[in-house]
């Protein structure tokens, strides 16, 4: 924006635009996950991805800049993401929720090293020489090990998920196999047949919306209460610091509790919330505020992510997330539209507060009735 004079929103508008594209696109590099193996899509995904930050080196148009912003967005949080998270799914079952908490610890890492890292080498060089900087690391880095250090499946190395030896548990007959045996793997247009898919895709959906929504405007929310931007960032710091923890404990709990319940538990929270946001008028709320926020941010976290897979399966997994990431990235692209609109047409945030509402009522009605489906003959039974 310094550089060439551009605004924040139209910067801001070619963003929203980038990732709703970028995201509609997730659902054909699912396929090509479950066609190649992420093993094959990490190393021409981080080739690309390298590529892409060269490109944003060279940005000199708002054009370009759209196109820069597409790239990222679909190779980095994109698809990047579903190859994590698809690669853990493969390789545990029993123990997949902990794997995904213990997975995404590398988000928290990277969103409290990178800013830093970054503002560094920008301040010392330059922008684009810190794009140059990642598309190098890719390459040296990331691509290497990907193509040295990934396999798809357990099966490939004779293992099993969960680590034992296929062998070993085929002779003695241990928990590892009939729960792999057990595990139904369902391709996507059979999925698509069922009622639960379509309820957590609306689950998926609305959490990303929501937080993105009140993530955008909240040093405006909070500043029609009277509360400094400090006090904002520091709840979205706590936000972040309280999910760390909370990512794990959720690991567990998916162990527990049946996932949808475990979605039930968040857009209640999710109401909370919204509530709790009308009357943060002082520092105290405001610490309780972000003390839940991050709690329902862990628990939403690695619910959301294991659902899909517990439910249909390993097989054509990278299909069916793909449609899950695309309905995510809707959301979070759609979330600060109805602050925005509202706030100028009420001159306040409390009726799009309980507007918003209805969102979570409807994930706590699509989360109940998202019970886990069954094949029976051949035959898609929902429950």
């Not at 062998?167 to 595990?183: D, M, N, R, S, Y």
Request: include cysteine; charge should be positive; hydrophobic fraction near 50%.
């Amino acid at each position: 924006m310094n550089d060439f004079g551009w605004s924040r929103s139209q910067v801001s508008g070619l963003y929203s635009a980038a990732t709703l594209v970028a995201g509609c696109i997730m659902i054909f590099v699912g396929r090509f996950i479950d066609k190649l193996g992420q093993r094959s899509m990490m190393v021409i995904v981080g080739t690309f991805l390298a590529i892409a930050c060269f490109f944003n080196s060279i940005v000199s148009s708002m054009w370009m800049l759209a196109v820069g912003f597409f790239l990222i967005r679909l190779l980095g949080q994109g698809s990047m993401g579903l190859l994590s998270s698809t690669l853990v799914v493969q390789w545990f079952v029993k123990k997949r929720g902990l794997a995904l908490s213990i997975m995404s610890l590398g988000g928290f890492l990277s969103a409290m090293l990178f800013p830093i890292i970054n503002t560094w080498i920008i301040e010392t060089y330059d922008w684009q020489t810190a794009w140059r900087v990642w598309g190098i690391a890719l390459l040296v880095i990331f691509v290497p090990i990907a193509f040295f250090g990934v396999r798809n499946k357990p099966e490939e190395i004779g293992l099993v998920p969960d680590g034992k030896e296929g062998k070993e548990k085929t002779k003695k007959g241990l928990l590892g196999i009939p729960v792999v045996q057990a595990e139904q793997n369902w391709t996507l247009k059979e999925a698509m047949k069922t009622r639960a898919f379509w309820a957590i895709l609306v689950c998926v959906g609305i959490p990303g919306m929501v937080n993105t929504g009140i993530t955008f405007h909240i040093i405006s929310i909070f500043g029609s209460n009277d509360l400094s931007p400090q006090i904002a960032a520091t709840v979205l710091s706590l936000m972040a610091v309280v999910g760390i923890p909370m990512t794990l404990v959720s690991g567990f709990l998916t162990e527990k509790v049946k996932t949808n319940y475990l979605l039930t538990a968040i857009f209640v929270i999710e109401i909370i919330l919204l509530f709790l946001l009308i009357f943060v008028t002082n520092y105290s709320l405001a610490i309780a505020f972000g003390l839940l926020w991050g709690i329902a941010g862990g628990l939403e976290r690695i619910g959301l992510t294991i659902i899909l897979p517990n439910y249909f399966g390993r097989r054509y997994i990278g299909s069916i997330n793909g449609f899950g990431v695309t309905m995510g990235v809707i959301g979070s692209s759609l979330g600060p539209l109805p602050f925005g609109v509202g706030f100028d047409l009420f001159n306040s945030y409390t009726p799009v507060l309980l507007g918003i509402l209805i969102f979570p009522v409807i994930g706590v009605v699509c989360s109940l009735i998202a019970k886990k489906p069954v094949k029976l003959d051949g035959t898609i039974e929902t429950h």
